[in-house]
């Protein structure tokens, strides 16, 4: 399977088979080999070049890795394309973010007149079990918001427009 795998401010490309009792992994086309020595539903232990690595997963997309913290993201690379796909720019007055998918919106991160920048969050919406943020395409102010937390949405149904 194919994932994109953001680790604080770094995106990678990672696809991921299964090979007996071990991983073959591809991290932006660089292979590596792990061994999965422990795994429960906080926390898995890593064998990779002799090297071991405890993860402990935080409900807040947080992460640690031995003793390093990091926040984290793992999309499905093919709902990733879909997500990317949800923003048009019409006008070029404006910016239409719309819904990727059918979903949930969790949380509104902005308010109407809100200056944003370029990649800033907007809102959350939930899509099959996954929560993803939907950022801004450009630079500028949020001209209205046509949704409200805890609102079910359908596939590219408008949500924010950015002028």
Do not use: W
Not at 38 to 59: C, F, G, M, R, V
Not at 108 to 132: F, T, Y
Request: proline residues 2%.
């Amino acid at each position: 399977m194919a994932y994109i795998v953001k680790i604080d401010d770094k995106e990678f490309k990672c696809e991921v088979e299964k090979k007996e009792k071990n991983y073959r992994i591809l991290l932006d086309g660089k292979e590596i080999q792990a061994e999965v020595v422990k795994a429960d539903k906080e926390s898995l232990t890593l064998i990779i070049n002799n090297k071991p690595y405890q993860i402990y997963l935080h409900e807040d997309n947080q992460l640690m890795v031995n003793t390093e913290g990091y926040s984290y993201e793992v999309i499905d690379e093919k709902v990733a394309r879909v997500m990317k796909s949800g923003t048009e720019v019409l006008h070029k007055k404006e910016a239409v973010v719309t819904a990727p998918m059918p979903g949930l919106v969790i949380e509104v991160e902005v308010q109407e007149g809100d200056a944003v920048k370029k990649g800033q969050g907007l809102l959350i919406v939930e899509a099959m079990k996954m929560q993803n943020e939907m950022k801004s395409p450009r630079d500028g102010v949020v001209k209205k918001i046509l949704v409200q937390k805890g609102q079910t949405v359908n596939s590219r149904d408008t949500l924010i427009i950015i002028e």
